[in-house]
């Protein structure tokens, strides 16, 4: 079965300041999406940043970058230069599925990273 | 485009009651999501509809969980009875399935239901 693994519960960073949200995962499919979503207190889920299993160069969106090693399984997510608006829960996200029927999302456990002034 | 509509946004509920969540999803998108969101846990999928059709209800509570969405659009999930471990967020997304490799998730802002 589909995994992901979220090991860091929290996670603080000064402002301006580079921070990396670590996930794993564990699959037996060839062929699968990574996803990073941004929960603020608010609740809704803001899409940030995908990765396909056969994209080749890293995924880069604005300051979101994804740190893709897909030999140890790992979809780190990277977001330099931290804002105050960046304080929020951050999960990782794996589609199971293919085709035209569309695919699930497997979510990790979430990290809460809080950005320090 | 509007986006994947919700509603309501709140709900609190006695134990045994039912209740009814509302989800209107993007303008051409097949593929309608709805997942439970305990506090401090990442979202888990209820049941996916492909069009009018279920393509994974396998971790729906059928006995007191039921969804439909009829006509292929807007889709409702009622729990009856309801009971305190469902208090969680439920939020409905809705996807392409194609044309796009990243499928174009897209979640609504989510029900909050507390039962007490």
């Known amino acids: 079965a589909q995994k992901i693994t979220q090991t860091q519960p929290g996670m603080f960073v000064q402002e301006k300041e580079a921070v990396t949200l670590d996930c794993t995962y564990d699959t037996s499919d060839q062929s699968y999406g990574l996803f990073w979503y941004k929960q603020p207190s608010s609740g809704e889920m803001i899409f940030l940043i995908y990765q396909g299993s056969y994209d080749e160069q890293n995924a880069t969106e604005g300051r979101y970058s994804l740190n893709f090693q897909k030999a140890r399984k790992s979809a780190n997510l990277v977001i330099s230069a931290s804002q105050l608006g960046d304080s929020a829960m951050y999960f990782c996200?794996?589609?199971?599925?293919?085709?035209?029927?569309?695919?699930?999302?497997?979510f990790g456990q979430g990290t809460e990273l809080s950005v320090k002034p | 485009e509007a986006g994947v509509a919700q509603s309501p946004r709140y709900k609190i509920i006695e134990k045994r009651q039912s209740v009814a969540f509302w989800c209107n999803p993007i303008s051409g998108h097949a593929t309608l999501y709805w997942y439970q969101q305990i506090l401090g846990q990442g979202p888990k999928l209820l049941i996916q509809?492909?069009?009018?059709?279920?393509?994974?209800d396998s971790q729906l509570p059928k006995d007191r969980f039921s969804a439909e969405r009829l006509k292929g659009v807007d889709s409702t999930l009622k729990i009856q009875p309801a009971k305190l471990e469902d208090s969680a967020v439920y939020l409905c997304?809705?996807?392409?399935?194609?044309?796009?490799?990243?499928?174009?998730?897209?979640f609504g802002s989510g029900t909050s239901l507390t039962v007490v």
């Open positions: 997304a809705s996807s392409l399935a194609r044309d796009r490799e990243d499928y174009g998730y897209t």
């Open positions: 996200a794996m589609r199971e599925g293919t085709g035209n029927q569309g695919g699930k999302l497997i």
């Open positions: 509809f492909q069009n009018n059709g279920v393509v994974d």
